[in-house]
C-alpha cells in the first residue's frame, strides 16, 4: 500500500507552501487508494509550540485534508531515535564527537581556505577507549555522528529524474546532538522506515538533504522510499516566498473570508494543470486528475489576484441558502446582524445574498456590500460622489424621481427601471444619469449589481429618504467620505 507523510514542524503556522505539500501528498494518496500519514515534527523544543500544532491541524481541517493516522508527534519518540544511532554506533557506522561547537569553529578557521570548504575533519572517528574515557572523566560532552563512506549515491527523482552525488562532498553529519537531542536526519529517516512510508513528497530545497538520507537508510538496512521534489513557491520578485511577500497562514485566508475550493484550486494549478477549459474543479475531480509525473519542474509564482479570482468564481456558484451561515458570521463580526435576518427576514436576506454575489471575491466583501441594506450609516466612496453628483441638472431631476417613487405602485425591478427610464425620456437626459446618481446616494459606492434589483430589496422608503437628503446638500456643501472631502453641486 502507498504511504505517504505531511511532516510539518509547529515552529510556525501552515502557510501557502506547506499547505500545498499537505495537498499534493493527499492527493497522491487518495487517488492510489493508500494512506495519508499526519507527523508532527516538534523536536525542536525552544521553537515548537502547542498553539502552532493547533493551527496547522485546523488549518488542515478547514481544507479539508483529513489524515488516516496521526497526528504522530516526534517529541514522544525521542528514546527511540537515541536507540537507532546507539546501535549505529555499535555497528561501527556512526560515532562519538566530544568537540565543542568552540573547538569546531577554531580548527575551520584555521584551514588554509578560511573555512569555506572545510567539512569536519573526523577528529573524533579513531579515538581509542583510554582517550573517550579521559573526556569523559573530563565531562565533555558528546554527540553522535554519522560515518560517511566514500560511494556514489545516486536515485532518481520522480520528477527531477536522475540525481548522483559523490559522497566525499559530504561531511559526517551529527545525529544526536550534544544536548542529546535528535536531529532532523535521524528522527525523519527512523520514521519514515518505522512508518512504511512508501513515498516522499516534499519541497525540492530537501534535494540537498535526501543523499545523507539515503544512506542513513542503507545503514538501517531498509528499503528506500521514492522521492519526488516539488519547486517551490516564488514571490512576485522571483525570490523563495516568505513573509516579505505578505504571506498569510492558511486560518488567515479562512478569516478573511476565502473559501476552502477556492484555496485547493489555487495550490493545485500552481502546480500542474488539472485540465483544459474549466477553471474550477472539485476536490473528487482533483483527486482523479491528480498525476504526480505532469507536476512541473518550474516554480510557480504566487499570485493572489488570481485566488482572488478563483474565490469569486466559487462564491458566485454556490447557492445564497450554503453562503447564508458563512455571511452570517461576517455580518456578526461587523456587528450588522440581528435576529429578523434568520427570522422574518430570511427570505429578503437570501436575495439580498444572492444578488451580491455575483461581484463578491471574498466572504468578507458581504459585509460591505450588504451594510447599506440593513443600516443607513455607510461611507460614500469619495471618487464616485465627485464623478456621479456634480452635475448641476440633479438638483431639480432627483427630487421628481423621488416623487415619481413614492406616487409608483408597486415597488418591483421592473416598476423602478420602467419609471427611471420614463422619467429620463421626459426630461430629455440619458437614464444613466439616473442611474449613477441613485446607485451613489442609495448605496455610497459607484458600482454595484442591477440597480433596480438593489432598489427593490433595499425597499422604497430607504431609497426615497436617501435620494431626499441631497436636497439638504446645498451648493458647495462639503460631504464628508472615507477618504478625503468632495464638493457636491
Known amino acids: 500500500m502507498i504511504r505517504v507523510r505531511f511532516a510539518p514542524s509547529p515552529t510556525g503556522s501552515l502557510h501557502t507552501g506547506t499547505a500545498r505539500t499537505a495537498l499534493l501528498n493527499w492527493l497522491y494518496a487518495r487517488k492510489n ?5 499526519l507527523r508532527i515534527e516538534d523536536t525542536d523544543k525552544v521553537r515548537s509550540s502547542g498553539k502552532m500544532t493547533h493551527d496547522i491541524l485546523e488549518g488542515l481541517e478547514w481544507l479539508g485534508l483529513d489524515w488516516d493516522k496521526g497526528p504522530i508527534f516526534q517529541s514522544q519518540r525521542f528514546p527511540i531515535y537515541i536507540q537507532r544511532a546507539e546501535d549505529l554506533v555499535e555497528k561501527g557506522l556512526a560515532y562519538h564527537c566530544y568537540c565543542s561547537s568552540e573547538e569546531i569553529s577554531q580548527r575551520k578557521k584555521a584551514s588554509p581556505d578560511g573555512g569555506i570548504s572545510w567539512i569536519y575533519d573526523r577528529h573524533c572517528l579513531n579515538l581509542s577507549e583510554e582517550e573517550k574515557r579521559t573526556f569523559e572523566d573530563m565531562g565533555k560532552i558528546r554527540a553522535i555522528r554519522f560515518f560517511i563512506p566514500d560511494v556514489e549515491i545516486r536515485y532518481r527523482d520522480m520528477i527531477h529524474g536522475d540525481i548522483t552525488v559523490k559522497s566525499r562532498m559530504l561531511e559526517d553529519f551529527v545525529l544526536v546532538r550534544r544536548d542529546g537531542l535528535p ?53 512576485q520578485d522571483k525570490k523563495k516566498l516568505s513573509k516579505r511577500h505578505g504571506v498569510k497562514s492558511v486560518l488567515q485566508f479562512r478569516d478573511e473570508g476565502y473559501l476552502p475550493l477556492a484555496f485547493l484550486n489555487f495550490m493545485a494549478q500552481m502546480s500542474w494543470s488539472p485540465g ?20 512541473s519542474k518550474g516554480s510557480p509564482v504566487y499570485d493572489e489576484e488570481k485566488l482572488n479570482w478563483l ?7 454556490m447557492s445564497a441558502e450554503d453562503l447564508f451561515p458563512l455571511v452570517r458570521r461576517m455580518l456578526e463580526e461587523a456587528g450588522l446582524w440581528n435576529s429578523d435576518l434568520d427570522g422574518k427576514k430570511k427570505t429578503w436576506t437570501i436575495k439580498v445574498i444572492n444578488l451580491l454575489k455575483q461581484r463578491s471575491r471574498s466572504i468578507k466583501d458581504f459585509s460591505v456590500r450588504m451594510r447599506p441594506f440593513l443600516i443607513d450609516d455607510f461611507e460614500f466612496d469619495s471618487e464616485g460622489m465627485d464623478k456621479h453628483l456634480r452635475d448641476e441638472r440633479l438638483k431639480d431631476l432627483l427630487p421628481k ?8 405602485d408597486g415597488f418591483t ?3 423602478i427601471e420602467n419609471v427611471v427610464r420614463e422619467r429620463a425620456k421626459k426630461e430629455g437626459v440619458k437614464a444613466a444619469l439616473f442611474i449613477h446618481s441613485i446607485r451613489m446616494l442609495v448605496l455610497g459606492m459607484p458600482v454595484s449589481p442591477g440597480i433596480f434589483e438593489v432598489l427593490e430589496l433595499i425597499g422604497r422608503q430607504r431609497t426615497v429618504q436617501r435620494i431626499d437628503q441631497f436636497q439638504k446638500i446645498t451648493a458647495k456643501k462639503v460631504c464628508r467620505s472615507p477618504s478625503k472631502s468632495v464638493e457636491v453641486y
Open 276 to 295: 483544459e477549459g474549466q477553471f474550477l474543479f472539485s476536490l473528487e475531480e482533483l483527486i482523479q486528475r491528480f498525476n504526480l509525473k505532469k507536476l
Open 413 to 415: 425591478a421592473e416598476n
Open 401 to 408: 424621481i423621488s416623487a415619481d417613487f413614492k406616487e409608483m
Open 33 to 37: 487508494k493508500g494512506e495519508f500519514i
Open 183 to 235: 536531529t532532523y536526519h535521524l528522527s525523519v529517516v527512523v520514521d519514515d522506515i518505522e512508518q512504511g512510508i512508501t513515498h516522499v513528497i516534499r519541497g525540492d530545497d530537501h534535494i540537498s538533504n535526501t543523499p545523507k538520507q539515503i544512506l542513513l537508510y542503507r545503514a538501517f538496512q531498509a528499503g528506500l522510499p521514492k522521492f519526488a521534489h516539488i519547486a517551490l513557491i516564488l514571490g
Open 311 to 317: 474565490n469569486g468564481r466559487v462564491i458566485s456558484e
